[in-house]
């Protein structure tokens, strides 16, 4: 695993040092060789990237390689401050489709459901979670095995909990924070 995170460290650095044009110009400024990053340990010596910069420009952000110029845009919820946009490439989302199978059999574990059953999505409208499920509706066949809901954090709180009452889901799915 060790030798696998390593191996995906130095493609990942080697990407972004050839074609993101912030991290391009880091590792000039700083006079950082891409090529001797080549473990976790070696990250310690990249510097951290403020929020701020991200926010101010977040083209600089982007891959300039076919990847990048065909990603599809995202907004965080901003739910820690202003809403940050990021980019996701059309083949990472599609591949994600895995990872939300391994969520949604843990959902099945505990609601004692494999379909049919009911789950609420406390998020903002239009946020990443909609924006993705739209994405993998319009460009693959999977079928929908639960049912959703969205409710919107947004709204007061007993509007909220009135709603989860009239739907008397099996799962609630939220931000952590405002579940609890």
């Known amino acids: 695993l060790c030798e696998l995170r390593d191996a995906r460290i130095r493609e990942t650095v080697t990407y972004a040092a050839g074609t993101v044009p ?12 891409p090529r001797e990053i080549v473990t976790a340990a070696d990250l310690e010596r990249l510097p951290l990237t403020p929020k ?3 926010r101010s420009d ?11 110029r065909e990603s599809i845009p995202f907004h965080t919820s901003g739910t820690t401050g202003m809403p940050i946009r990021f980019h996701h490439d059309r083949r990472s989302l599609l591949r994600n489709i895995a990872y939300g199978e391994r969520q949604r059999q843990v959902e099945v574990h505990f609601c004692g459901k494999q379909i049919r059953y009911l789950k609420v999505s406390l998020a903002r409208p239009g946020g990443t979670g909609s924006q993705v499920r739209s994405l993998y509706s319009a460009q693959t066949f999977i079928p929908v095995k639960p049912r959703r809901r969205s409710v919107s954090f947004r709204e007061p709180l007993d509007l909220v909990v009135e709603e989860i009452n009239r739907l008397r889901p099996d799962v609630i799915r939220g931000n ?4 609890e």
């Open 22 to 33: 912030y991290y391009r110009d880091l590792f000039a400024r700083e006079g950082i060789d």
């Open 52 to 54: 701020e910069h991200v």
């Open 58 to 68: 977040p083209d600089r952000f982007v891959s300039d390689s076919r990847l990048g």
């Open 176 to 179: 952590g924070s405002y579940v």
